[in-house]
């Protein structure tokens, strides 16, 4: 009976094709840019839930459109990461992203402590979303250079194409914040105090 060489294995783990063979040459950077890969898929399926419960959270159907809207790309974000992962030989894989875990539950709390059907509750939410698109921004602003310095440039190519896909969601939310939401916020604010100085007065 043949038996397998080393080299016929070495590709191989339990029975299973291993994506990369050569994870122990990497060098730092590239494991590090691997790891930031990992963050980013595991922030963004957690985000997928977050943004149905922000969608459903909102006041004004702007916002709700506009989470909606965010919730598919957010989608299409999610494959084109497990597409960077096939480009460069590695399996899809999330890894636990602290600081995406901290930015939704700062919005969990957003929603827990503003009243429902509010205006104040949509300005709060975009602030939340802001902060969230901003850690993104960031990060896949880095992964970019990063994949261009590798040389791998058709992930730095689907990397900035999310990237942009992040800058155009944060104008969006500003765009709504200071059209009507801010602004109406204030006024309910305004409402909310005349009316407690009514009341009082009455005692």
Same mark, same amino acid.
């Given at each position: ?24 040459? #990497? ?5 590090? $840019?691997?790891?930031?890969?990992? %963050?980013?898929?595991?922030? #963004? ?22 989470? /909606? ?12 990461? #497990?597409?960077? $992962? ?6 899809? @894989? ?27 509750? %949509? ?33 730095? @190519? ?16 500003? /765009? ?12 309910? %604010?305004?409402?909310? #105090? ?10």
């Amino acid at each position: 009976m043949a038996t397998k060489t080393a080299s016929s294995t070495a590709g191989q783990t339990n029975g299973k094709t291993a994506y990369s063979n050569g994870q122990n040459k #990497e060098n730092p950077l590239e494991k590090f $840019f691997h790891d930031q890969l990992k %963050d980013m898929y595991y922030a #963004e399926q957690q985000l997928l839930k977050a943004l149905n419960e922000m969608k459903s959270a909102s006041t004004t159907e702007e916002l709700e459109d506009a989470f /909606d809207e965010h919730l598919k790309q957010t989608e299409r974000q999610v494959k084109r990461l #497990e597409k960077v $992962f096939s480009i460069i030989g590695q399996k899809p @894989e999330g890894k636990k992203c602290e600081a995406m875990d901290g930015l939704i539950k700062e919005g969990k709390t957003i929603i827990s402590e503003t009243k429902e059907g509010t205006m104040t509750r %949509d300005a709060a939410l975009i602030i939340a979303a802001q902060k969230i698109e901003h850690y993104e921004i960031a990060t896949y602003g880095g992964l970019v250079a990063l994949a261009l310095t590798l040389g791998k440039h058709r992930a730095a @190519e689907l990397l900035d194409k999310t990237l942009q896909e992040e800058h155009d969601t944060d104008d969006k939310l500003t /765009d709504i914040a200071e059209s009507c939401v801010n602004f109406e916020a204030e006024e309910e %604010d305004e409402k909310s #105090e005349h009316s407690m100085d009514t009341s009082s007065s009455n005692f």
